[in-house]
């Protein structure tokens, strides 16, 4: 069984940073990208980041340049640096591992940005 466990949200002020870590455990067959999504309220689920298996990268446009996605492979965990944060930038993080077969996603960590 795959576990995601996320962790690193908080109450930041605008402009501030937070950083969250999101942890795999289990056995993971043919893990192929790991991403971050956020929902924020009454919107739909989008994804924010994400990192593949070789090490390729792609953002949201909304977070370019403001946000980092960074895996440390070994301990199959994936990272996500949050700088020069918005009020926008609020919402539920999930952490999400996607292979050939399935995808797996973490619990969610709330991302509240105060103007």
């Known amino acids: 069984q795959v576990q995601l466990v996320e962790s690193g949200g908080g109450l930041v002020q605008a402009g501030g940073s937070l950083r969250l870590s999101c942890a795999a455990s289990g056995i993971i067959f043919s893990r192929n990208h790991m991403s971050w999504y956020r929902q924020a309220p009454g919107k739909q689920r989008e994804l924010v980041a994400r990192?593949?298996?070789?090490?390729?990268?792609n953002y949201a446009d909304s977070v370019k340049g403001r946000f980092t996605i960074s895996i440390d492979n070994a301990k199959v965990t994936v990272y996500l640096q949050m700088n020069t944060l918005k009020p926008e930038d609020t919402g539920v993080y999930y952490c999400?591992?996607?292979?050939?077969?399935?995808?797996?996603w973490g619990q969610g960590t709330q991302v509240t940005v105060s103007s």
């Open positions: 990192i593949t298996s070789g090490g390729s990268t």
């Open positions: 999400n591992l996607g292979t050939f077969i399935t995808d797996y």
